[in-house]
Nanobody, 123 residues
Framework: VQLQASGGGLVQAGDSLRLSCTDS????????VGWFRQAPGKEREFVAG????????QYTDSVKGRFTISRDNAKSTVYLQMNNLKPEDTAVYYC?????????????????WGQGTLVTVSS
């Protein structure tokens, strides 16, 4: 599994971005995928996760109602649609493939990690 995250950039508060996580080996269709983020000087935190079929999603409280995770297994791609972005969403966003079929917020359950994409939200 080789994951590549993309779609980050510099936006203003209230704007939207869509992140993509692509598995170039096309092997993560049976695994849950999660998005995590790490802001400068802070611990990495779970943002959202999706089950292998896409039927189950999980979000951290701070992004509920603003972020939507989805996946297209035919394209081996997971998306994170981020709306109404806030300055506190500024971070490097990482996608990760889980060892399991359902998402969890525990990073130790994720086996493969992408390289990260930077999201900067100005006020």
């Amino acid at each position: 599994v080789q994951l590549q995250a993309s779609g980050g950039g510099l936006v203003q508060a209230g704007d939207s971005l869509r992140l993509s996580c692509t598995d170039s080996k096309r092997t993560f269709s049976n695994n849950a995928v999660g998005w995590f983020r790490q802001a400068p000087g802070k611990e990495r935190e779970f943002v959202a996760g999706i089950s292998w079929r896409g039927s189950t999603t999980q979000y951290t409280d701070s992004v509920k109602g603003r972020f939507t995770i989805s996946r297209d297994n035919a394209k081996s791609t997971v998306y994170l649609q981020m709306n109404n972005l806030k300055p506190e969403d500024t971070a490097v966003y990482y996608c990760a493939s889980s060892r399991h079929s359902h998402p969890t917020s525990t990073s130790e359950f994720y086996r493969y990690w992408g390289q990260g994409t930077l999201v900067t939200v100005s006020s």
